[in-house]
């Protein structure tokens, strides 16, 4: 019997030998016992001699052969555990998939997160640094009226006192406490008060956590679809009049989305809104307002409190008993793209309103640098490689900050891979001479796997960048500030953190790879012109 294990061929043979030799010696035993002992002897002694000793050899390596095996099926267990440390399950969680009850389906989620976090440790003290660093603290705030949004009354300037506040005291909102004292200010107004011609809020502003707690936390009184915009989302309504736009989850947060899709038929995506708002306030600009995660139970915080009839009318429960809903939009608002709760919580974005039009209308700008949102024509940017030329004599980007802000723009768009920029806003009141608001950042990081090269066109074609904003850039690529990381360490503080980390692992890396992107893109035009630096920090060294 020959057993086929490499390397024990020969072995092997030793066996088939001794087994035959043991038969033969069996039978001449046989033979001895009748006949005569002598001539048994003599048939049988070399043969004989040497089966013993085969079958002493077989034994023996019977014995080593089963050691061996004892060994491997114990390393055999130990892979497969190492394997389980490693490899979480690969679980199916795509739109149509998404009928499961929460627990599991969190629970699945979570482990696969839990490792990345492992990957990358999550490093707060470098968030600290950098936000420490005196390229941070440039900014003083401003000291003319005029670089306001808003004015707060004083008491007896127009004849109005504090009953000017109250409103018709709706059920479910909370009795007015606050006056023209700034103290007594909801963290939403505040939020508004501070906004200046420069930024939306300074920077460490320490009402921003407290508006963010409180749009994670505080009861909804209502919910009502927001017009305008091509995809669902709510305006939420809290019981101390502040209003959030809520954007609910229609994907995964570490599906990449689908190579087909157009940039203007992709789905738009709550972490995206959250990881553009951390993003923007990382680079210095702070021209996203604050934005949040949040679990919505689709019922008690939408269906039971909404005024909007529309609305309420697509709610429906699906196969599995989970609450769907899709409203109206002219993007994917139908029963197949509804948004479900598993089986009624919901998780989106909520972010912070700006104040009212009424109270500080915006003004929407095109993006000279907008797509032809069209699946075959190409925008005039896109073959006209001295296209910036002519923007750069056309106002408002003639004169002031205008062009070095758009560039801040294509920076952050082209880290989050945004390639829907087609408008933005400025608050009117602030004529040219103000920031642009970074609204509408649904549609980023949708793919880590691949960059978008042309969305840094604005950069490349008109060569010009503020010092502040290189300098910052320049900072996020060191080691003791990299982008990654501090980006991993600000989403850390979301409290939809704790489900999942806010950005896949391969988004952070994305984000230090395109850094090093822009940086070199940068390098290109300073070795071929002089004037790419626009000064804005002149006090500062270096
Ligand atoms: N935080 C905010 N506060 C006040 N208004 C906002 C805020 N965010 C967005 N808006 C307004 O809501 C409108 C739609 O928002 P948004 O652009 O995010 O939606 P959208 O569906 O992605 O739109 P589009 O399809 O045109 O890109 C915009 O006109 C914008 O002015
Ligand atoms: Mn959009």
């Known amino acids: 019997m020959t057993v086929k ?38 048939v049988c002694r070399h043969r004989c001699l040497l089966g013993a000793f085969a079958m002493l050899l077989c034994a023996s390596v019977a014995l080593h052969l089963l050691v061996a095996l004892f060994l491997l099926s114990a390393h055999h267990t130990t892979c497969e555990l190492s394997q389980c440390l490693f490899t979480q399950p690969h679980d199916d969680l795509t739109s149509a998939n998404r009928s499961h009850p929460a627990p599991s389906h969190v629970a699945a989620v979570t482990g696969r997160w839990k490792q990345e976090v492992r990957a990358g440790e999550v490093n707060i003290t470098k968030l600290e640094a950098l936000f420490s660093h005196a390229l941070y603290n440039l900014h003083a705030p401003p000291s003319h009226d005029d670089d306001w949004l ?9 004849g109005h006192n504090e009953e000017q506040w109250l409103s018709d005291s709706k059920e479910g909102y909370d ?51 927001k017009t305008g915009g091509t995809q669902l989302k709510l305006v939420l309504t809290f019981p101390n009049y502040g209003q959030a736009l809520f954007k609910p989850m229609k994907q995964e947060r570490y599906e990449e989305t689908n190579m087909n899709l157009f940039y203007f038929s992709d789905f738009e995506r709550h972490n995206a809104e959250i990881a553009a708002f951390h993003l923007d306030r990382i680079l210095g ?6 934005v949040v995660g949040r679990l919505i139970d689709v019922i008690k915080e939408i269906k039971d409190v909404t005024t909007d009839h ?11 008993g989970n609450t769907c809903f899709y409203g109206q939009c002219s993007y994917y608002c139908s029963t197949e793209h509804a948004v ?36 075959s024509k190409l925008a005039l940017w896109e073959t006209t490689p001295t296209y910036c030329n002519s923007v750069k004599k056309t106002p408002p980007y003639d004169q002031g900050t205008r062009l070095v802000d758009l560039i801040d723009m294509t920076i952050l768009d082209f880290l989050q891979s945004n390639m829907d920029r087609h408008h ?66 600000s989403l850390s503080h979301d409290p939809l953190a704790t489900v999942a980390p806010m950005l896949a692992e391969p988004h952070l890396s994305a984000l230090d790879r395109r850094l090093d992107t822009v940086l070199q893109a940068i390098q290109r035009c300073l070795l071929q012109y002089g004037d790419v630096i626009y000064d804005d920090i002149p006090n500062y060294p270096g």
Not at 196 to 223: E, G, T
Not at 357 to 363: F, G, I, K, T
Request: include cysteine; proline fraction near 6%.
């Open 310 to 320: 529309k609305l309420a009318r697509t709610f429906f429960t699906s196969p599995v």
């Open 175 to 225: 009795p007015i406490q606050w006056n023209t004292s700034t103290e007594t200010h909801p963290p939403w107004l505040r939020f508004h008060l501070g906004i200046s011609r420069w930024q939306l809020y300074q920077h460490r502003d320490a009402n921003v956590a407290v508006l963010l707690q409180q749009l994670a936390i505080n009861r909804i009184v209502s919910a009502v679809q």
């Open 285 to 290: 600009f702070r021209r996203v307002p604050p």
């Open 5 to 42: 294990i490499r390397g024990a061929t020969e072995t092997g043979k030793y066996c088939h030998t001794g087994l035959h030799c043991s038969v033969y010696f069996g039978f001449s035993l046989a033979v001895a016992l009748r006949t005569d002992w002598k001539l048994t002897m003599r």
């Open 340 to 375: 479900c709760g598993r089986p009624r919580t919901l998780e989106g974005s909520l972010a912070a309103m700006l104040p009212d039009l009424s109270l500080s209308p915006r003004r929407t700008w095109r993006n000279p640098w907008r797509r032809s949102y069209s699946r």
């Open 424 to 489: 933005y806003e400025t608050f009117e009141i602030f004529g040219n001479n103000t920031f642009l608001i970074h609204l509408d950042n649904g549609r980023a990081f949708g793919r880590y796997s691949k960059d978008e090269p042309s969305i840094l066109t604005p950069l490349v074609q008109c060569c010009r960048i503020r010092r502040s904003t290189l300098s910052r850039l320049r900072l996020l690529s060191l080691p003791e500030y990299r982008l990654s990381d501090v980006m991993r360490a």
């Open 150 to 158: 808003l004015k707060v009354r004083s008491k007896g300037s127009e």
